[in-house]
């Protein structure tokens, strides 16, 4: 008897031992990693949706001139963004919308784009399918405009355009 309640509490031990080992594991990956990586400036990334996609150009907006349509939460001195990149479709393509969101990044914070999230038919502009350059995203590099508002205190931070992988590892970071 006095043998069996010895290995139940080894066996008690070990698993909370191995319980407290996944959690810490788990927490110093989470919290210890930087979630972005920053490419060499001009290099492309692949986006989890197995497209390829580089950023050409990033232009400002003078600080004030954006007042149109702002939600009210966002602060005075907000800048617009306008990113021009170019995506071509590595694999086959696909039959549905390519869900084409990137996110820009200054330091660990980031903004979305401030328009609507799929390429449709053609992509002039990622996140509103509007028509202008050709069907779908294809194996030709093919150009797009993203716009983001920004709070002017973080434009000089501004290290480019984050693509997601959305399978845990960190996501790329790309600049003209």
Known sequence: MKRTRAWLWLALLL???????VLWANW???????????????????????????????KRSAPGSVDEGLEDDLP??????????????????PD????CKHNIVAGELQWEPHSGDFV???PTDCDSGDASLGPRI?????Q????YR???????????VAVFHYNGSRADVIRP
């Open 15 to 21: 698993g909370v031992a191995a319980v407290f080992s």
């Open 120 to 122: 449709d038919e053609r």
């Open 96 to 99: 549905e919308k390519v869900y």
């Open 144 to 147: 797009f405009t993203t716009s």
């Open 28 to 58: 110093s990956w989470i919290y210890t990693h930087d979630r972005f990586v920053q490419r060499p400036p001009g290099a492309s990334a692949t986006a989890y949706e197995g497209y390829e996609i580089r950023v050409l150009s990033v």
């Open 150 to 160: 920004v709070p002017e205190r973080h434009v000089d931070q501004i290290n480019g």
């Open 76 to 93: 005075d001195g907000t800048v617009e963004i306008e990113v021009l990149m170019e995506a071509r479709m590595l694999g086959p393509i």
């Open 138 to 142: 294809g194996p030709e590099w093919q």
